[in-house]
């Protein structure tokens, strides 16, 4: 099979440059790399076509190895009306996210920053002050926490303070 | 061998297409567009099931459209997969459709749910059927695209901030696997100079390993972005909670699969070598695990069902990995099984919504003594889920795990301990929301949604919301009353719940259809034989299309 150096040139930098522009936050730049890509693509399936030759129109004084490949063709075909679709809709999204909230940007999952947010505290097992089920009467009790784990005690010694600590600033921010 | 039925296969893509186009004729006739696009759903399920029949009877066949032999012309091939797939789906969009008939409805406006959404709906099951019925790779690409254009429209539509920014990862994660489709679409037929399946089957068997390798991978990449399988599957928790209930339900039950059948068919058609199994057998590990470990965190009703839905395509990718015929057909049943079930779950959360207020559990509370119908239809799939005998998913998994004793290797036994481990996290995270949601008093939640109090304080249940329309706090201040729980809602559900229940009444016949599916999935030389005859012995199209 031979290769057209420029048509693989040109799709090495299309690609390339498409999965930059992905990468961006800015929701614009990311169909514009979505396009890039798509393109990209579409070289490259026309590239499996190979040299270039004859119309694929019947014709009796050419051997058949003389024609183009039109399949390559025909599926690029399809794709890019598909790829006109998706940049379509995506537009319009764009522009919805434009109207809606002014800005251009892929925003975080409000969801996700919730449960990132949630500490491993839980309310029931990892009080500091544990609700004495025991009939002694435990001198250190109050300070003891009720799901003492000698491991995590020996790696980060008074965790739990400074996870209180961490609830007690974040009280404090929610105030003011 | 040649039937005549199966010859009609091309209609069930076509069915739907049609009722689409004369869904835009009539389009301010919502009366008319909702007859039409049901008609059109009835008419593809008649059609899907005596396929299914004439299938089961005679084996696979294979439809030339326009007449043209394989593998020049564009094929259709209807075997036992296909098949069973083509009526699942059907059954289970029909339920969903009756559902958002019902809901917008139920919704106060006449106007139903909103105009554009009866026509994308049948674009999508069109799309749906076109990726099952593909006996090329480029005419699975295209039916890819369809049902994802079309859910691009479903899950944004209505355009608020929400869906837009859950729309956009969408969006953009959909496209990049379907630009990796293309690329290895480019590749394949660059090195075989080939797109149809067989034929396919037949020449990348003589390519050296190397290519066959990174072939396999690259295809194996873009379905595993559309399948959810785990690390690909980090969109989907994130898109899919914020569609409307019946969309979310859909897009649960079908899409999803839609990957894991194309992953079937590269693993047993186009590369039957079994060469990355051990790798399948990881990524099956870590979906089930990470994905009901994600399922455990979540607070939300439908954003932890999206993580059991990840978690549970573990499974599926666990039988193909084993890929034995015992584990092929236990694969199938429990794509059937997991279609069903998980999208009567989500719709079960679109009632628990729409009765309490919420999906969010610290808001919910009380619901079996306020609904027991909904009680017992959230229970009896949850349980199905989670694999409690005698339901479905407790057939599937004994199947599953059978098959991967029988294997035998560590690997094998691993994943069957792990397979266990995870069903018995996602009964406790079942559960859970059993005991919050529906147990507990309303007076413990945490934050209960007036319309849970307006309830006990009355003594009397209220039909609509118009209790609390008045009221600040409730997720109906101020809007115009709607019916709590419409019937008809409440019916396409506990159809669809009924239909889960069937197919444990009903898993004797199931698994022999699923066992002979399994049969043509670890023979590919039939398949091959199948679609490459010359046209006439294989069946000739009667309709060109």
Do not use: C
């Not at chain 2, 118009?466 to 008809?488: D, E, I, M, N, Q």
Request: aromatic share 8%.
């Amino acid at each position: 099979m031979t290769v057209n150096l420029t048509l693989l040139v040109v799709m090495g930098v299309l690609f390339s440059v498409g999965v930059y522009l992905l990468l961006e936050r800015s929701l614009t730049r990311v169909l514009l790399g979505l396009m890039l890509l798509t393109n990209g693509a579409n070289l490259l399936i026309l590239h499996t076509s190979g040299v270039p030759g004859a119309a694929p129109l019947h014709d009796k004084s050419l051997d058949g190895s003389e024609y183009s490949d039109p399949l390559p063709q025909a599926l690029v075909l399809t794709s890019i009306v598909i790829s006109l679709a998706t940049t379509a809709f995506v537009l319009s999204m764009i522009w919805r996210s434009w109207v809606l909230a002014r800005r251009d940007e892929i925003q975080d999952d409000l969801e996700d920053r919730r449960v990132a947010q949630q500490s491993s505290y839980d309310a029931e097992d990892d009080d500091a002050m544990p609700q004495d089920t025991s009939e002694f009467d435990h001198a250190d009790a109050r300070f003891t926490p009720s799901r003492h784990n000698e491991e995590e005690a020996a790696e980060s010694p008074g965790h739990h303070r400074v996870e209180k600590l961490h609830r007690d600033e974040r009280r404090h921010r929610h105030e003011f | 061998m040649s039937s005549e039925l199966a010859q009609l296969a091309p209609l069930a893509v076509l069915i739907p297409f049609l009722g689409a186009a004369v869904n835009f004729v009539v389009v301010h006739r919502n009366r008319l567009q909702r007859g039409v696009t049901v008609g059109a759903m009835v008419l593809t399920l008649v059609l899907n099931a005596l396929m299914l029949v004439d299938v089961w009877q005679q084996g696979p066949q294979v439809v030339h459209l326009g007449g043209w032999a394989a593998p020049y012309g564009i094929v259709m091939v209807v075997d036992q997969l296909s098949a069973l797939m083509l009526v699942v789906s059907v059954v289970v969009s029909l339920a969903v459709l009756v559902y958002a008939v019902s809901e917008g409805v139920a919704g106060g406006d006449d106007e139903g749910p909103i105009s554009i959404f009866y026509p994308t709906f049948l674009l999508l099951v069109a799309g749906v059927s076109n990726a099952f019925l593909a006996g090329d790779l480029f005419n699975l690409y295209v039916g890819f695209e369809i049902l994802l254009t079309a859910s691009y429209v479903l899950l944004t539509m209505g355009g608020s901030a929400q869906r837009i920014r859950a729309g956009v990862t969408y969006v953009v994660v959909s496209v990049i696997s379907s630009i990796l489709f293309l690329i290895s679409l480019g590749m394949i037929y660059g090195a075989t100079g080939t797109v149809n399946m067989a034929d396919l089957s037949v020449k990348l068997a003589d390519l050296p390993q190397g290519t066959q390798l990174q072939l396999h991978l690259m295809l194996l990449v873009a379905f595993g972005v559309k399948a959810a399988i785990f690390p690909l599957s980090l969109w989907l928790p994130d898109s899919y909670p914020t569609a409307s209930a019946p969309v979310t339900a859909v897009f649960a039950g079908l899409l999803t699969k839609v990957g894991v059948y194309s992953i079937i068919r590269t693993e047993t058609l186009l590369f039957p070598g079994r060469q990355i199994n051990g790798l399948l057998m990881w990524v099956a590990l870590l979906t089930m695990l990470v994905g009901i470990l994600g399922a455990l965190a979540q607070i939300d009703v439908k954003r932890m069902l999206s993580f059991t839905l990840i978690s549970h395509i573990g499974y599926m990718i666990f039988g193909i990995a084993v890929g034995s015929p015992q584990a092929l057909a236990a694969v199938v049943y429990y794509i059937a099984h997991h279609i069903v079930i998980q999208t009567s779950l989500f719709l079960v959360a679109g009632l628990i919504e729409r009765r309490g207020g919420s999906t969010n559990v610290d808001r919910l509370a009380g619901l079996y003594r306020i609904s027991p119908v909904l009680g017992v239809l959230y229970l009896v799939p949850a349980l199905n889920l989670g694999g409690i005998p005698p339901f479905s998913g407790f057939l599937g998994k004994v199947g599953l795990i059978e098959a991967g004793v029988a294997a035998g290797t560590w690997l094998d036994y691993l994943l069957v301990g792990v397979s266990v481990f995870v069903s018995l996290l996602t009964l406790m995270a079942m559960v859970r929301v059993w005991n919050r949601v529906f147990l507990r008093r309303v007076e413990d939640a945490e934050y209960p949604d007036p319309v849970l109090r307006a309830t006990t304080a009355q003594g009397h249940r209220p039909r609509t919301s118009r209790v609390v329309s008045g009221k600040p706090g409730s997720t109906f201040s101020g809007t115009a009353p709607v019916v709590l729980l419409p019937k008809t809602m409440v019916g396409a559900t506990t159809a669809l719940v009924g239909v889960g229940v069937l197919l444990t009444v009903f898993a004797g016949p199931l698994f022999d259809l699923a066992g002979s599916a399994a049969d043509n999935l670890t023979h590919p030389d039939r398949y091959v034989r199948a679609v490459l005859a010359p046209v006439g012995q294989g069946g000739v199209s009667e309709e060109d299309q």
